[in-house]
Every structure is written in C-alpha cells, then in structure tokens.
C-alpha cells in the first residue's frame, strides 16, 4: 500500500506509551463441551491494553450480541472523552468482572480522573468480552484478580497466538487467538503518523478462506506480509474437513490507536473504520450473534497541521482522520489474520499452524 510501511515491531506496542499485558490459565486436560460431554479445566484469559495520560478513547459496536462494559461513556456527546485502561477478557458476560482487578489495580496506583483533592481517583476502564465459555468448564472464567495480573504485566512487548483473551478463542474451524499490527504512514496528510491494532478473533465465520488456505483475497504483499505461501493439496484437504464449531455464539474484539492528535469524534470514526478490517478479514462477519466491538485509541503524542485545503466549517483534520481510517483497517484485518496464524492448539482446536504447515511460518513474541 502506498504511503505505509510496517512499524518497527509490527504491534500494537508501536504507538508510545500504549502496554499490553496477559493473564490466563490453560490446563493440559482441558476438554472441549460437546453436545453429550460438559467441557472440563480451564482455557480463558484476559489481555489488558495500558493508555497514557490525556489519551482520547472512543468505540464502535457492530455485533449484534455484544459484552461490553462502560462503552456508552465513550459517546463523543458525553462527558468522559478519555480511557486509562481497556479490558479485552473471555468467559463471556462473566467476564466483565476482570474490568474490577483492573480499576483497583490502577485506582491504587493514582491512576484514573482525580475526583477530589485528596488523591482518589476514578480509573475508566471500558471492557468487551468474547464468548469462550464451551472451551473448558463453564464455570473457568476470568475475574478480578485476572484483570489485576494482565496489568502488572503489562510491558510493550507482549506475547501473541493462544494466549490472554484468545487463550479459548476459535476462529472458525481453527483456533483463534491475540493478534497484533502496526504501520507507519508516509503521505502529506499524516507524516510519520502510527496506526495499530491487537485483536482477539473468536468469530463464527473463517479467517482463511477453504478454497485456497490462505486468507480471504490475499495479495502477494498479504502472502509477503505474513509470510505465507500456498499448501499443498493433502494440507487443503485436511483443512476442509475440519468440523466448524457447533456454537454460533462468537465476537472479534480489539483496540486500534494511533499517535495522531485527534477529538473524540473523529476517535469513534476511527473505530468505526475499523471494522471494515473485521469484514475483510472474516466470512461471514457481524452476524446477529456477533458481539464485534473494536476501540480506537488517541494518544495526541503527535499534532498534524490542518490542510488549508479544508473548507471552512469542515472537520480540519479531516485529511488525516481519512488516512488514518484508512491505516486502521489495514492494522485491523492483518492483526486478526495474524492471530489465527500464530495460535497453537488447545483442547484438540487444530491450529493454521499445525493443519497447513507449508503455508505457515512460526510466529512468536512480539
């Protein structure tokens, strides 16, 4: 794509100031539920995404069965325009509770808006879940001492694949998991400006189309990107006969930030944006049992100047919300494409990695 290039780590740790931090469990005998079988053990987790001071947060929820907590705060019409903290967890509804270890951990620590001249604060901590709950015992859910312990790890280098919020998660007939983009652009409208993305894929629909292995209308630069190469027929084969999963109950979730100055109503643009990287990286997408929820991220660490070619009473970052919108569903689909290739297999969800082996390269820690 002309005018972007790959960040330096390719991850959501590229826009300063922004950490990510894990906690999950995942038990060597845990057991998927089945139809006549209860699942057993645990394979859940929570992945939490740190935000610097004064950063401008806002939302976009396209899903139509959604677990989120604290997003009608983000509407840009609303008073609180910012975030400390977003909660990405599993365990369904139930694992909103993580969203508590997060606010205490950081409410102990002084962060969040200072709410008297006391120093107690207030941490904002908006939080989306997916629905995990077949894979393990319905009872091994995330909670508040999960959210405490992905911030006490939060560090800009993070790991990806099957782990924190993706540890349970499946993407189709695969397993699915945490995955991470970034880019830098490099047009008049937005110099220097970085983009990126950490999703957690756990949707109904595929991430790599049957037909060819590979993710849905590759280019050579996606096949470059991620290193893929075409399988071999015997791996197609043992990727089409893999049995779907028999829920449809399902979410992709994440957060896209930049490092561009921007308000809180060209944020929601950006989420919104967003999701257009959700629909090109997965068949089908947004269905009624969906809860897709993706949060974008202003850091307002770097301020573009308003083109003078804006006509007055017009947004006047409008040229560099449109490259940014632009940039945000690229890091989006390439981040969740990138979760399902670096998942590894868990409760006997075969993973891209181990059914199509000459198409995939291994990934690791950002």
């Not at 935000?51 to 976009?60: C, E, F, R």
């Not at 120093?119 to 999960?146: C, K, M, N």
């Not at 109503?265 to 997965?282: C, E, F, W």
């Not at 006997?348 to 820690?365: F, M, V």
Request: hydrophobic share 45%; charged share 15%.
């Amino acid at each position: 794509m002309i005018g972007l290039r790959t960040s330096a780590n390719d991850s959501l740790g590229d826009v300063a100031g922004v950490t990510v931090g894990h906690a999950d469990r995942l038990d060597d005998d845990v057991r998927v539920a089945g139809d006549d079988i209860p699942g057993s053990g645990w394979a859940t987790g929570v992945t939490v995404v740190l935000l610097p001071t004064g950063s401008v947060a806002a939302v976009d929820v396209r899903g139509g069965g959604p677990g989120t907590r604290e997003t009608d705060l983000l509407d840009p019409s609303n008073t609180v325009q910012t975030a400390h903290a977003i909660v990405l967890s599993g365990g369904s509804a139930y694992g909103l509770a993580a969203a508590d270890g997060v606010m205490n951990e950081l409410g102990s620590a002084g962060v969040g808006l200072a709410m008297n001249p006391f120093g107690d604060v207030v941490p904002i901590v908006p939080a989306a879940v997916i629905f995990d709950l077949p894979v393990g015992a319905w009872t091994a859910r995330p909670d508040a001492d999960f959210g405490a312990r992905a911030v006490r790890a939060a560090d800009r280098h993070f790991a990806v694949g099957s782990v924190g919020a993706g540890t349970g998660a499946r993407a189709g007939v695969l397993k699915g998991g945490v995955g991470t983009a970034g880019v830098v652009l490099d047009t008049p409208a937005a110099p220097g400006i970085t983009v990126s993305a950490l999703m957690v894929a756990n949707p109904v629909g595929d991430v790599l189309d049957p037909a060819t292995g590979l993710p849905w209308g590759a280019t050579d630069d996606d096949l470059a990107h991620h290193r893929l190469r075409t399988p071999d027929a015997a791996e197609l084969d043992a990727y089409r006969a893999l049995r779907a999963k028999a829920t449809v109950l399902n979410t992709t979730i994440g957060v896209v930030a930049t490092d561009a100055r921007l308000d809180a109503a060209s944020t929601r643009r950006v989420a919104m944006a967003a999701h257009d990287g959700i629909a090109h990286a997965i068949r089908p997408a947004h269905s009624p049992l969906d809860g897709d929820t993706v949060f974008a991220v202003a850091t307002g660490e770097r301020i573009v100047p308003p083109s003078p070619a804006v006509p007055a009473g017009m947004n006047p970052d409008v040229a560099l919300l449109a490259a940014v919108c632009e940039a945000a569903a690229v890091v989006v689909r390439r981040a969740i494409v990138a979760a399902v290739l670096a998942a590894t297999p868990v409760a006997g969800i075969a993973s891209a990695r181990t059914t199509l082996p000459s198409a995939c390269s291994p990934s690791g820690e950002i």
